[in-house]
């Protein structure tokens, strides 16, 4: 069976009913029988169908054992986290999500837990810093928002062989271009809130075990520090996975069109899309996912916060929010928006030049998105000339 057969079949139809959609079990409680007596539900914390389905499914989109679901990615990451102790250390990607180097620097480092970022796209970078300490290595692939791709495979080895476990975060590439699992990762995190919502509709996030030992453990995390997922939004990120793979095809050929034509119209100044031919990590991008999708980052020619901030605000497909994966175009600005609170030298260092820009390109005609951007730099373009002759 191929995998979009899958997908679309991993969520059952209710046994119960036969209603075809899964239903949203609203209950905070379930009725037992007598005193532990019950149908493997007792308190929707721990356990709640809806939930649970949903876990499963991912469980099995992602090739993994199994998963549990999380009111947000960062809840997801948190939980993750929490399988470590004081005086471990975490091996991170360089350009890694900011919520995840606010989250691991200033709320974990208090408890005794360090970080070490390196640029993991040379596996040789990880073998180098690794060390006895590090019992968790972070990647992301691709990475936010310079797209850099890492070696799961090869980073795997390293991991295993320094005894520290392996966790992707998924979120960009969604299980749909790559299986970080079947690569050698002992999990996998996504914000659930992007591609595999699919909708800007909901915030969400999942982690994923390749054993069942280790999902035992996150499962205990969740129901321990309680930060899972609602019923009503397990049905909405189920309802998105159904429709996952179509979307995410959709999104990679749109942002490959987008891409090529940002490269060739010459109105960019650098283009980073892993599937163009010119980016550092293509080679890698082609044999570690079934297609590139949906993110593309650029620099203008005049590389100012000042350019930016009127490229962003002259889309008109394109609307300038934070976030990414959803139906609709997005267009950000990470040294204003997503990355603000990095300080610019080490913003700037980290790829993130004050005039880049990010797209997630959405589901609209790809022809359509790229004259929206047309216009933007040629508005961007005519302004410069007006502020020109005015001087
Ligand atoms: C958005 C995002 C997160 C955080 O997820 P939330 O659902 O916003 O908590 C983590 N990792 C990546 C790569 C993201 O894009």
């Given at each position: 069976m191929k995998d979009t057969t899958k997908a679309i079949h991993a969520i059952p139809v209710d046994p119960l009913t036969g209603s075809i959609s899964v239903p949203i079990y609203q209950t905070s409680t379930f009725v037992q029988d007598s005193p532990g007596e019950h149908k493997g539900f007792d308190y929707a914390r721990s356990n709640n169908p809806t939930r649970q389905i949903l876990e499963e499914t991912l469980a099995k989109l992602e090739g993994g054992k199994r998963a549990s679901a999380f009111a947000s990615g960062l809840a997801a990451i948190d939980a993750v986290v929490k399988l470590l102790q004081s005086g471990d250390e975490i091996l991170a990607v360089d350009d890694i999500y900011g919520g995840a180097f606010r989250l691991f620097t200033h709320v974990y480092d208090k408890f005794g837990i360090s970080v070490k970022y390196a640029d993991t796209t040379e596996a040789e970078n990880v073998f180098n810093a690794i060390g006895p300490k590090t019992k968790l290595v972070w990647l992301e692939s691709p990475t936010n928002p310079t797209l850099k791709i890492s070696d799961i495979e090869t980073i795997a080895k390293i991991a295993h062989a320094n005894g520290a476990l392996l966790c992707v975060d998924n979120t960009f590439a969604s299980p749909v271009l790559q299986k970080p699992i079947t690569c050698g990762a002992d999990l996998v995190v996504h914000s659930a809130t992007k591609y595999l919502g699919g909708h800007s509709d909901l915030i969400a996030g999942a982690v994923v075990s390749a054993h069942d030992a280790l999902g035992e453990k996150i499962k205990f995390i969740q129901n321990a520090s309680g930060a899972i997922l609602s019923p009503?939004?397990?049905?909405?990120?189920?309802?998105?996975?159904?429709?996952?793979?179509?979307?995410?095809?959709?999104?990679?050929?749109?942002?490959?069109k987008v891409a090529r034509w940002l490269y060739d119209s010459g109105f960019a100044d650098k283009v980073y899309y892993p599937g163009l031919e010119t980016h550092a990590n293509h080679e890698i991008a082609k044999r570690q996912q079934s297609a590139f999708g949906g993110i593309i980052s650029f620099t203008l020619s005049e590389d100012t916060e000042v350019a930016a901030t009127?490229?962003?605000?002259?889309?008109?497909?394109?609307?300038?929010?934070?976030?990414?994966?959803?139906?609709?175009?997005?267009?950000?600005?990470?040294?204003?928006?997503?990355?603000?609170?990095?300080?610019?030298?080490?913003?700037?260092?980290?790829?993130?030049a004050d005039s880049l820009i990010r797209l997630s390109v959405g589901l609209e005609d790809a022809d359509d998105l790229i004259h929206d951007l047309e216009q933007a730099f040629i508005t961007l373009k005519e302004n410069k000339t007006t502020f020109i002759h005015q001087n």
């Amino acid at each position: 069976m191929k995998d979009t057969t899958k997908a679309i079949h991993a969520i059952p139809v209710d046994p119960l009913t036969g209603s075809i959609s899964v239903p949203i079990y609203q209950t905070s409680t379930f009725v037992q029988d007598s005193p532990g007596e019950h149908k493997g539900f007792d308190y929707a914390r721990s356990n709640n169908p809806t939930r649970q389905i949903l876990e499963e499914t991912l469980a099995k989109l992602e090739g993994g054992k199994r998963a549990s679901a999380f009111a947000s990615g960062l809840a997801a990451i948190d939980a993750v986290v929490k399988l470590l102790q004081s005086g471990d250390e975490i091996l991170a990607v360089d350009d890694i999500y900011g919520g995840a180097f606010r989250l691991f620097t200033h709320v974990y480092d208090k408890f005794g837990i360090s970080v070490k970022y390196a640029d993991t796209t040379e596996a040789e970078n990880v073998f180098n810093a690794i060390g006895p300490k590090t019992k968790l290595v972070w990647l992301e692939s691709p990475t936010n928002p310079t797209l850099k791709i890492s070696d799961i495979e090869t980073i795997a080895k390293i991991a295993h062989a320094n005894g520290a476990l392996l966790c992707v975060d998924n979120t960009f590439a969604s299980p749909v271009l790559q299986k970080p699992i079947t690569c050698g990762a002992d999990l996998v995190v996504h914000s659930a809130t992007k591609y595999l919502g699919g909708h800007s509709d909901l915030i969400a996030g999942a982690v994923v075990s390749a054993h069942d030992a280790l999902g035992e453990k996150i499962k205990f995390i969740q129901n321990a520090s309680g930060a899972i997922l609602s019923p009503f939004d397990s049905f909405l990120v189920l309802r998105g996975i159904e429709t996952l793979h179509l979307r995410v095809e959709k999104h990679s050929a749109n942002a490959l069109k987008v891409a090529r034509w940002l490269y060739d119209s010459g109105f960019a100044d650098k283009v980073y899309y892993p599937g163009l031919e010119t980016h550092a990590n293509h080679e890698i991008a082609k044999r570690q996912q079934s297609a590139f999708g949906g993110i593309i980052s650029f620099t203008l020619s005049e590389d100012t916060e000042v350019a930016a901030t009127k490229f962003v605000t002259s889309t008109q497909l394109f609307k300038l929010a934070e976030s990414l994966g959803g139906v609709k175009s997005l267009i950000c600005h990470p040294a204003a928006m997503t990355h603000k609170s990095i300080p610019a030298e080490r913003r700037r260092h980290a790829g993130v030049a004050d005039s880049l820009i990010r797209l997630s390109v959405g589901l609209e005609d790809a022809d359509d998105l790229i004259h929206d951007l047309e216009q933007a730099f040629i508005t961007l373009k005519e302004n410069k000339t007006t502020f020109i002759h005015q001087n």
